[in-house]
C-alpha cells in the first residue's frame, strides 16, 4: 500500500504527490509549472521519479485521467490510488482542467473550447516530460482525449491507448431522431 503527500510548487500552486520518503526535485527555472495547469501526480510505490534528475532511468508508463465538466482531477483520486496499489510500476496524472479545480485561478487567453483546453494538457505534458501510455478521459474529458490525439503527434509520439467514458465521440447532431436534442435541454432548464 502507498501512501503519498502533496508537494506545493510555489509559482503556481499547484499539488503534486509523491510516496512517502520519496523526493521530488525540481529544476530551478520553477517557472515552467506557472500559468498551465494544476495537477496532482500519483505514483506506484515502484516508481522511480526522474524526469529532472536521471534520464539513464526509463521513464516510467504514465495515464492520464482526465475529469468531466464540474469535476477536477481529484474527481479521479481513489481511482488513481487504487490503480497505482495494482500497477506499482506506473504513475498517475490528475490534471485540473482549465476553468475547473485548482486551475480555476490560473488565467487563460483565447475562447475555452474543447480544442484549446486539450492543448493546455498537451502543454503540461511537455512541460513535465511525460510521454503519456494511456489517457482516460470522463464526458468532458474523454473529448478532450480525443482532442489531444488529434491535435498533435509528437507529444503523444508512440502509440498511445485513449478511453472514453460517459461520452459520445465527435460532434453532437441536434434535431434528428433518436439523436441529442441540446438546444431544447437547455431551452426547457431555462424555463425552470
Known amino acids: 500500500m502507498s501512501s503519498s503527500r502533496s508537494l506545493a510548487c510555489s509559482?503556481?500552486?499547484?499539488?503534486?504527490?509523491?510516496?512517502?520518503?520519496?523526493?521530488?526535485?525540481?529544476?530551478?527555472?520553477?517557472?515552467?509549472?506557472?500559468?498551465?495547469l494544476?495537477?496532482?501526480?500519483?505514483?506506484?510505490?515502484?516508481?522511480?521519479?526522474?524526469?529532472?534528475?536521471?534520464?539513464?532511468?526509463?521513464?516510467?508508463?504514465?495515464a492520464v485521467l482526465l475529469h468531466g465538466i464540474l469535476g477536477s482531477g481529484k474527481n479521479w483520486?481513489?481511482?488513481?490510488?487504487?490503480?497505482?496499489?495494482?500497477?506499482?510500476m506506473w504513475q498517475f496524472l490528475l490534471v485540473d482542467l482549465r476553468c475547473?479545480?485548482?486551475?480555476?485561478?490560473?488565467?487563460?487567453r483565447g475562447s475555452h473550447t474543447v480544442a484549446s483546453t486539450a492543448f493546455d494538457v498537451l502543454k503540461l505534458i511537455g512541460q513535465l516530460r511525460l510521454s503519456p501510455r494511456v489517457l482516460v478521459g470522463h464526458s468532458f474529458g474523454g473529448k478532450v482525449a480525443l482532442s489531444m490525439?488529434?491535435?498533435?503527434?509528437?507529444?503523444?509520439?508512440?502509440?498511445?491507448?485513449?478511453?472514453v467514458l460517459d461520452a459520445t465521440p465527435g460532434?453532437?447532431?441536434?434535431?434528428?431522431?433518436?439523436?441529442?436534442?441540446?438546444?431544447?435541454?437547455?431551452d426547457f432548464l431555462r424555463r425552470m
Open 100 to 108: 475547473h479545480g485548482d486551475s480555476a485561478s490560473i488565467k487563460k
Open 171 to 186: 460532434k453532437v447532431r441536434s434535431g434528428l431522431d433518436g439523436e441529442d436534442h441540446p438546444v431544447e435541454l437547455i
Open 38 to 62: 494544476a495537477y496532482e501526480l500519483v505514483q506506484g510505490n515502484l516508481v522511480q521519479w526522474n524526469s529532472f534528475m536521471d534520464k539513464s532511468i526509463p521513464d516510467p508508463p504514465t
Open 77 to 88: 483520486g481513489s481511482f488513481a490510488k487504487r490503480l497505482a496499489q495494482e500497477f506499482p
Open 11 to 36: 509559482p503556481c500552486r499547484c499539488a503534486q504527490v509523491a510516496l512517502a520518503d520519496a523526493e521530488i526535485a525540481y529544476q530551478p527555472e520553477a517557472e515552467k509549472h506557472a500559468g498551465v
Open 149 to 163: 490525439v488529434d491535435q498533435a503527434a509528437k507529444p503523444l509520439a508512440r502509440p498511445v491507448r485513449v478511453w
